[in-house]
Each structure stands twice: as structure tokens, then as C-alpha cells.
């Protein structure tokens, strides 16, 4: 659909900064909900800015008015530090009180959005080991289980208010520029690359470029519910690790043991050495086309050879 007005948050993270770039490249007006007040209102990049506090459950509400959709990418960075209790209570709080405090605000507005997509992530799913997982599966009972079961529970009000509510279930978004893959491939472009643990946990991977096409996709298509948002087929770290030796001609022999990743990140190592093999069977069944449905194919895009 073009020409659409369309408010993001999480505007200037990894993702938020590719979706924001790819609708105005396509014609639409992105409204970006902001904390700095010296920010919002026009800004030079043509989108427009709208305060808001998600701390203070603060918004707003007045400038999301005429907006027709809404990609909510907003929360604490999972492996920015290690997860002390403050730490902790800073991924659940900007997680769940942004998401009330904004499906609130869009449920009171005269004209609500027709869509609401609202993030969440694969950690929905606990630890799964070698078990194949898609949305039909249960939630899991670890910390960010427990965080993302919230998280998507905040969107109530603006369903309840007859808004399409959709919950990206994002796994490991594979780029240089952000999240894992600005901290793993410099090192094995070193030579200093291996695999993390055993090896053999599943990662479920997804281009940036499939990333953004199918937030995109959730917005124009009349998808609900929780959708998963990575590649066709999870590969493990060691199949990973070989294939950016392979792709970059590095060797990978270096290889992290359990003991040591636990000793470093302490419990955040769970997200490392723990196992998610999900599938994105409600993306597929919906139609979507991936443009890098392999391992090899995201690798590719990650390091620019694509």
C-alpha cells in the first residue's frame, strides 16, 4: 500500500533504522516516537516526531492521530549487559509498559490504526533443544519466556479495540551493522571466529533485508497472532561458524567453551548456548517469498555480498 502513515518506535535500532529508511524510500510518512523533546515535530530525514515516555507511561496520543499502521520495535537490547536484577527489570519494564502504554493510546484515538504490529521474539519458546517449534507450540518457562508472554499480553487493549494485533516473533537477525552480527564477524574476519559452546544448538537466523520485507509484509497482509520471523531452516552454530569460514576464507578454529561464555555473560550465556529451532510456518502459509531462505544466502547478505 503506498502513501501510508505509518508510526514506528525503536526507530534507531538495527531494525527500526531499516524499516524506517525502506518505507520512505517507498513513499510513506513515518511518524518516530521519541523520548528527547528536541525531537519531535519535522525532522530533516522527513519523517516527524512524536514524544513519548514509555518509563513513565507517557504518549503523545494526539500525534498518532491519522496514523494507519504502527511497527512497535521498542525495548532494552537482550545482550547489551549482563542481567543483574536492575538489568533485568529494564528488558521486562520497556518491553511491557511500552506496549501499554502505546495499545492503550491507540485504542482511545477516534480512529485507530488498522494494524498494530507489536514484537516480540523466539525466546517465547524457552530452550528447545533439537525439537522443531513454530507458532502452535507453547510458551517456555525461562526469563524471556516469561518477558514475552507479557510483552505480547500488553497489546490487548488495542485488539480489544478492533486493531489487527500481530506479534513478530523475531529470532537472530544475521548483519553487520547491529545485534550479534557486529560483534561476531570482525572476528572472524580476524581469523579469531569459532564456534560458541558445543556447537550444536540451534540458531534460527534471518536476513536484515527479510526482516524488514516481512514486517512489511505483516502490515499490508491480514495476518494476526503471533507470526515467526526467521529464516526456513535454523542451522546450528557450528554450521554457521563453517559457513562464515568458508564465505570470509578465514580460518575458524578458536571455539569458546560453555564454562567460559557462562563465567563472561552470566546468565544472558543461555541466549548463546541454549537451543531454538522454530519455523516460520505462519509467515509461509501467509505467502511470504524469503530472499535469503539458507544459511549461505544470509551469511552472504550479512557480510554485503548481496
Known amino acids: 500500500m503506498a502513501g501510508m502513515?505509518?508510526?514506528v518506535t525503536g526507530s534507531t535500532g538495527?531494525?527500526?533504522?531499516a524499516l524506517v529508511d525502506s518505507l520512505l524510500a517507498d513513499g510513506h510518512q513515518v511518524v518516530r516516537l521519541v523520548r528527547q523533546r528536541s525531537r519531535t515535530g519535522p525532522r530533516p530525514d522527513g519523517t516527524v516526531?512524536?514524544?513519548w515516555n514509555p518509563s513513565l507511561m507517557q504518549i503523545d496520543a494526539a500525534g498518532l492521530e491519522g496514523v494507519e499502521a504502527v511497527v512497535h520495535l521498542a525495548g532494552a537490547g537482550v545482550a547489551e549487559r549482563r542481567w543483574s536484577d536492575a538489568y533485568r527489570r529494564e528488558i521486562r519494564d520497556s518491553r511491557v509498559l511500552g506496549t501499554e502504554t502505546l495499545a492503550a493510546a491507540l485504542a482511545r484515538l477516534a480512529e485507530p490504526?488498522?494494524?498494530l504490529v507489536s514484537a516480540s521474539a523466539i525466546g517465547y519458546y524457552g530452550q528447545t533443544g533439537d525439537r522443531p517449534i513454530d507458532e502452535g507450540d507453547p510458551a517456555g518457562d525461562d526469563f524471556l519466556a516469561e518477558v514475552c508472554v507479557e510483552w505480547e499480553a500488553a497489546a490487548r487493549p488495542a485488539e480489544a479495540a478492533g486493531i489487527r494485533v500481530v506479534h513478530p516473533r523475531t529470532g537472530l537477525v544475521l548483519d553487520a551493522a547491529g545485534?550479534?552480527?557486529a560483534r561476531l564477524l570482525p572476528l572472524f574476519r580476524l581469523g579469531l571466529g569459532g564456534r560458541l559452546g558445543g556447537g550444536g544448538q540451534y540458531w534460527s537466523l534471518i536476513s536484515l533485508a527479510d526482516e524488514v520485507a516481512a514486517l512489511?509484509?505483516?502490515i499490508d497482509h491480514p495476518v494476526s497472532g503471533p507470526v515467526n520471523l526467521t529464516g526456513p531452516e535454523p542451522v546450528t552454530n557450528r554450521e554457521l561458524t563453517a559457513e562464515l569460514s568458508r564465505q570470509l576464507g578465514r580460518p575458524a578454529a578458536f571455539a569458546v567453551p560453555e564454562w567460559a561464555l557462562r563465567t563472561v555473560l552470566g546468565d544472558m550465556a543461555v541466549e548463546v548456548v541454549g537451543s531454538h529451532r522454530?519455523?516460520?510456518r505462519a509467515l509461509l502459509d501467509a505467502g511470504f517469498a524469503f530472499r535469503d531462505p539458507d544459511v549461505s544466502a544470509i551469511v552472504a547478505a550479512a557480510l554485503g555480498e548481496r
Not at 14 to 17: A, C, D, N, P, Q
Open 216 to 218: 512489511r509484509f505483516l
Open 49 to 51: 516526531g512524536v514524544g
Open 5 to 7: 502513515r505509518i508510526a
Open 278 to 280: 522454530v519455523r516460520p
Open 179 to 181: 545485534g550479534a552480527g
Open 113 to 115: 490504526p488498522r494494524v
Open 14 to 17: 538495527l531494525i527500526g533504522s
